[in-house]
């Protein structure tokens, strides 16, 4: 069982930063891969980023590619989303979530076996 708990969200003027954290519980926190996704209202929850078990791979969707930065530390449970020159479109809840399946990379939510309750991101224009 793995739980997680994000943090970091709030609100940014458009163009700021803002970094995001996940903490998870369990002692199987490094075995698995660790995927941020995002919801914004109205919309479908959408794959942000993933980053492999041990830190060596990353994925990004195109929208964030170049201004989000994933990254974890497994000594500390914890994973990061480093968002910088926030848009307008980027406002929503984002949600970490847990995959241990060999399709990390794909960035599936079907394939991901532990969320977070999420932690919303507002931006100002």
């Known amino acids: 069982q793995v739980q997680l708990v994000e943090s970091g969200g709030g609100l940014v003027q458009a163009g700021g930063s803002l970094r995001l954290s996940c903490a998870a519980s369990?002692?199987?926190?490094?075995?698995?891969?660790m995927g941020w996704f995002r919801q914004a209202p109205g919309k479908e929850r959408e794959f942000v980023a993933v980053i492999r078990w041990n830190g060596g791979s990353t994925v990004y969707a195109d929208s964030v590619k170049g201004r989000f930065t994933i990254a974890r530390d497994n000594a500390k449970n914890t994973v990061y989303l480093q968002m910088n020159s926030l848009k307008p479109e980027d406002p929503a809840v984002y949600y970490c979530a847990a995959d241990r399946g060999s399709s990390w990379y794909k960035g599936l939510q079907t394939t991901y076996e532990y969320w977070g309750q999420g932690t919303q991101v507002t931006v100002s224009s």
């Open positions: 369990g002692r199987t926190f490094s075995t698995y891969a």
